[in-house]
């Protein structure tokens, strides 16, 4: 079946760069998104890529895919204590009626 | 406000007592869904709604039900709940089940004791 893989810790220091990865194993997948979930709250829609696109890039994110090695990872520019969050990889199953999520990356940011 | 609201947040109950949790949308969206996070384990999708009177199961189905009985409402009961049914909870909608979006609600954490 579908999964989706991301490594569970990532530190980093104020002001540098994050980068979050995340491997699936659907090819068919149409959409693939990255959430973020703050300490007792829902689940934030941060940006999404669709499957023809290699990157994209809003404001201090940038979404990069790559098809060939099913591999997809999340840059966040000038990382904030604010950004300090659990961050959600996810695909559309095959049927399209579900989202399959990864495990999720704890993102740990010191000033 | 675009939003999908989920109630109680917070709930406490005793094994075999019924419950509701009770989850509504306001952007006329077709498609709903349910889904638990638990540690070590991510989410994992209970039952789904592509439409008003359509629910199908999820991933983890068992010892829930929902209903879909108006297209903004999406409850989801737990008949006779257990201890392994504690756990954080999901509603989402979205317009479509190709839809480039999906709004979550805040949660609900539930305990059975």
């Known amino acids: 079946g579908e999964d989706v893989e991301q490594s569970l810790f990532l530190s980093v220091r104020e002001g540098d760069s994050s980068v979050i990865n995340c491997t699936y194993t659907?090819?068919?997948?149409?959409?693939l998104y990255w959430y973020k979930q703050e300490p007792g709250a829902g689940l934030q829609l941060l940006t999404y890529?669709?499957?023809?696109?290699d990157m994209k890039q809003d404001q201090r994110l940038t979404v990069l895919l790559n098809k060939k090695d099913k591999h997809l990872s999340l840059r966040i520019a000038d990382t904030q204590t604010g950004d300090s969050a659990i961050y959600f990889c996810?695909?559309?199953?095959?049927?399209?009626?579900?989202?399959?999520f990864g495990k999720g990356t704890t993102l740990s940011v010191s000033s | 406000e675009a939003q999908v609201t989920q109630n109680p947040r917070y709930l406490i109950t005793v094994t075999g007592k019924k419950l509701t949790v009770t989850c509504s949308q306001n952007?006329?969206?077709?498609?709903m869904s349910w889904y638990r996070q638990d540690p070590g384990l991510g989410l994992r999708q209970i039952y789904y709604?592509?439409?008003?009177?359509?629910?199908d199961k999820g991933d983890v189905p068992e010892g829930y039900k929902v209903s879909r009985k108006e297209k903004r409402n999406f409850p989801l009961i737990l008949e006779s709940p257990s201890p392994n049914q504690t756990s954080l909870y999901f509603c989402?909608?979205?317009?479509?089940?190709?839809?480039?979006?999906?709004?979550f609600g805040q949660g609900t954490r539930l305990t059975v004791v």
């Open positions: 989402a909608s979205s317009s479509s089940t190709s839809g480039t979006e999906a709004f």
């Open positions: 659907d090819s068919s997948s149409t959409y």
């Open positions: 890529i669709f499957s023809n696109m």
């Open positions: 996810a695909e559309r199953d095959q049927a399209g009626t579900a989202l399959i």
């Open positions: 952007m006329n969206h077709e498609y």
């Open positions: 709604s592509m439409n008003v009177e359509v629910t």
